[in-house]
């Protein structure tokens, strides 16, 4: 088992659609976790946070699952510029997954 | 503030040549990372370093050196390319480890 998996999707949704990734871990002991955005062809920039007790953030929802260990982000209203490749990291590993391919159509 | 900047951004080299990247932070950050990304791997750290004149090996270090003599620089080094390392490189930095991690723009190598 991969240390830090996610599906690749792609998903393609319509705007305006609500739109959940999952990423699972396997090091139980991990304590921080992140989502990050990356662009084509650009460098990976953080989206945002994952605390115990979960986050929002705009259309955007982070939340942690330590007894099933995955965390996941939800975008709601998905818009034409959230078209871009979700990375969770977990991070006292600096564990990458392989990132979550989403395309918003009109 | 540059943040974190990287040269070159774009390398072709042949088989067997070496080459140095080099990674440069303007945020007094300790830690810095160097990554390669592959098309459905996702990031994977080759080496990170927790402060000047220390540094460590992550996931896939082989074929690579690294160095980190000023806080602000931390090179990578490639002694004898191999077409297996033709990817994308990033380089990151942070605070601490745990920390949100600041990227630079890539260096696109390709091995012929």
């Known amino acids: 088992r991969k240390e830090v998996e996610q599906d690749p999707g792609p998903f393609n949704v319509p705007e305006g659609a609500t739109v959940a990734f999952n990423c699972t871990y396997s090091?139980?002991?991990?304590?921080?976790f992140f989502w990050y955005r990356q662009d084509c062809r650009k460098e990976p920039k953080l989206l945002m946070s994952?605390?115990?007790s979960g986050n929002e953030d705009g259309r955007f929802t982070a939340q942690l699952n330590r007894a099933s260990q995955y965390i996941s982000l939800l975008i709601r209203d998905s818009k034409l510029s959230d078209s871009a490749t979700y990375l969770c990291?977990?991070?006292?590993?600096?564990?990458f997954g392989a990132g979550t391919r989403l395309t918003v159509k009109p | 503030n540059a943040g974190v900047t990287q040269t070159p951004k774009f390398r072709v080299l042949k088989t067997g040549q070496s080459m140095t990247l080099l990674c440069a932070q303007d945020?007094?950050?300790?830690?810095m990372y160097w990554y390669r990304q592959d098309p459905g791997m996702g990031l994977r750290l080759i080496h990170y370093?927790?402060?000047?004149?220390?540094?460590a090996k992550g996931e896939v270090p082989d074929g690579y050196n690294v160095s980190r003599l000023k806080k602000q620089n931390f090179l990578l080094g490639l002694e004898s390319a191999a077409p297996s390392q033709t990817s994308v490189y990033f380089c990151?930095?942070?605070?601490?480890?745990?920390?949100?991690?600041?990227f630079g723009p890539g260096t696109r190598l390709t091995v012929l």
């Open positions: 990151a930095s942070s605070w601490v480890a745990g920390n949100e991690q600041f």
């Open positions: 090091n139980s002991a991990s304590q921080s």
């Open positions: 994952v605390y115990s």
């Open positions: 990291v977990v991070n006292n590993d600096m564990r």
């Open positions: 945020m007094n950050h300790e830690y």
């Open positions: 370093s927790v402060g000047e004149g220390t540094t």
